[in-house]
């Protein structure tokens, strides 16, 4: 079945850690998207990214990284520099150029800095 | 700056009976909006949308509706179940690649 996979489901990191979060898809669409989620906060976007080996910053890039060398790819990458790492992220991705095309969520991955 | 915004962080109805929930932006350039829907720990799953040519879509017990001039767009379920318990979304984008923004969420309790 196509869709969006996000591993670890659950990650705990130690402070000055940087950690990995993974987001594989097979829906052969262009456009990766991550965002973080916090209480009350609703959705915010981290990094984005159109095409292969192509990427933007979002709302709230600082103390993040990403990488987009494989179409089905886009990890993202939480440095020591994130002052406030704890929260549940979610990778995102939809058919690029496509104005009415929605994006389509992994199951999303919860980080806990201890 | 928050350029969608749902005011109402949760809302109560009961099982049978209309949920409305609302929706308001800022940015004119703003033309397709949509609405997720979210469980605890999961990712939020597509709902329904609108484009900003059309003032209503209509999909089962769901309906958006869109009023440009107050820019303002809401999503009714009728009937209300108890499984649409949940945290609602509304996310809006303007015309090419731009990202959706999303609103704050709004956790609708349907209680039977």
């Known amino acids: 079945d196509g869709g969006i996979t996000q591993s670890p489901k659950y990650l705990f990191r130690k402070e000055g850690q940087n950690v990995t979060l993974s987001c594989e898809q097979n829906?052969?669409?262009?456009?990766m998207y991550w965002y973080r989620q916090d209480p009350g906060q609703g959705l915010r976007l981290i990094y984005y990214?159109?095409?292969?080996?192509?990427?933007q910053k979002g709302d709230i890039a600082e103390g993040y990284s990403v990488s987009r060398e494989k179409k089905e790819s886009f990890p993202l990458t939480v440095t020591s520099a994130q002052k406030n790492p704890t929260a549940f992220y979610l990778c995102?991705?939809?058919?690029?150029?496509?104005?009415?095309?929605?994006?389509?969520f992994g199951e999303g991955s919860r980080l806990t800095v201890l | 700056d928050q350029q969608v915004k749902q005011n109402s962080p949760s809302l109560s109805v009961q099982e049978g009976r209309i949920s409305i929930l609302n929706c308001d932006y800022t940015?004119?350039?703003?033309?397709?909006f949509l609405w997720y829907k979210k469980y605890p720990a999961e990712g939020p799953t597509f709902l329904i949308s609108?484009?900003?040519?059309?003032d209503k879509n209509e999909d089962g017990r769901f309906t958006v509706f869109l009023n440009k001039s107050a820019k303002h767009l809401s999503l009714h379920i009728v009937p209300s179940q108890p499984g649409d318990s949940a945290v609602y979304f509304c996310?809006?984008?303007?015309?090419?690649?731009?990202?959706?923004?999303f609103g704050k969420g709004t956790r609708l309790s349907v209680i039977a």
């Open positions: 996310a809006a984008r303007g015309s090419g690649n731009t990202p959706l923004v």
């Open positions: 990214s159109q095409i292969v080996n192509d990427f």
């Open positions: 995102a991705s939809r058919i690029r150029g496509l104005d009415t095309g929605e994006l389509f």
């Open positions: 940015n004119s350039m703003f033309d397709y």
């Open positions: 829906l052969n669409h262009d456009a």
């Open positions: 609108i484009s900003s040519i059309k």
